[in-house]
T-cell receptor
Framework: AQTVTQSQPEMSVQEAETVTLSCTYDTSESDYYLFWYKQPPSRQMILVIRQEAYKQQNATENRFSVNFQKAAKSFSLKISDSQLGDAAMYFCAYRRTLNFGNEKLTFGTGTRLTIIP | DAMVIQNPRYQVTQFGKPVTLSCSQTLNHNVMYWYQQKSSQAPKLLFHYYDKDFNNEADTPDNFQSRRPNTSFCFLDIRSPGLGDAAMYLC???????????????FGPGTRLTVT
């Protein structure tokens, strides 16, 4: 079974600084997706960034980038120039690459990010 | 705006009293999911629908049922809620898996269920 581990329950960063959230996962699959989701307080979870395992290049989305280390099964999220609106719970998630069958996302337990003004 | 809507946002029920949570979507997505998220834990998939095909996770208790009367609506029924069922329930949708390799899941804001 796939597992996703986020070892940092809480993190804080000064506004405008850079922060890195850690995630490790375990799978026997070779092709899969990895995601970072953001869940602001009392608001819906939204997709921040995704990485396809067969791609060697790390994904980037504006101020958000990942460090994907497939051999180490590590998938960290870097947030540059942190803003107050980045404060949220961040979930790392895994999904097998399937065209049919279970579309299940396996989530980590989350990291609560606080931005210090 | 197209979105995933969950009603109510907060629900209080009594121990053993059946409760229904509602999810609707304007995205016209084929797939709808229900996740359970307990405090300080990861969201956990309960089941999902692909069109009318129901897919139950192996470890989802029988106490949890679901209905999808049409594309837009999906309901989560908890037949006899226990104290351990208190959680945030998240609904999500994704588009037809046959048209694209990647299927982003769009989440609703969740319903927080309290059992007294």
């Amino acid at each position: 079974a796939q597992t996703v581990t986020q070892s940092q329950p809480e993190m804080s960063v000064q506004e405008a600084e850079t922060v890195t959230l850690s995630c490790t996962y375990d799978t026997s699959e070779s092709d899969y997706y990895l995601f970072w989701y953001k869940q602001p307080p009392s608001r819906q979870m939204i997709l921040v960034i995704r990485q396809e395992a067969y791609k060697q290049q790390n994904a980037t989305e504006n101020r958000f980038s990942v460090n994907f280390q497939k051999a180490a099964k590590s998938f960290s999220l870097k947030i540059s120039d942190s803003q107050l609106g980045d404060a949220a719970m961040y979930f790392c998630a895994y999904r097998r690459t399937l065209n049919f069958g279970n579309e299940k996302l396996t989530f980590g337990t989350g990291t609560r990010l606080t931005i210090i003004p | 705006d197209a979105m995933v809507i969950q009603n109510p946002r907060y629900q209080v029920t009594q121990f053993g009293k059946p409760v229904t949570l509602s999810c609707s979507q304007t995205l016209n997505h084929n797939v709808m999911y229900w996740y359970q998220q307990k405090s300080s834990q990861a969201p956990k998939l309960l089941f999902h629908y692909y069109d009318k095909d129901f897919n139950n996770e192996a470890d989802t208790p029988d106490n949890f049922q679901s209905r999808r009367p049409n594309t837009s609506f999906c309901f989560l029924d908890i037949r006899s809620p226990g104290l351990g069922d208190a959680a945030m329930y998240l609904c999500a949708t994704s588009r037809d898996r046959s048209t694209t390799r990647f299927y982003e899941q769009y989440f609703g804001p969740g319903t927080r269920l309290t059992v007294t």
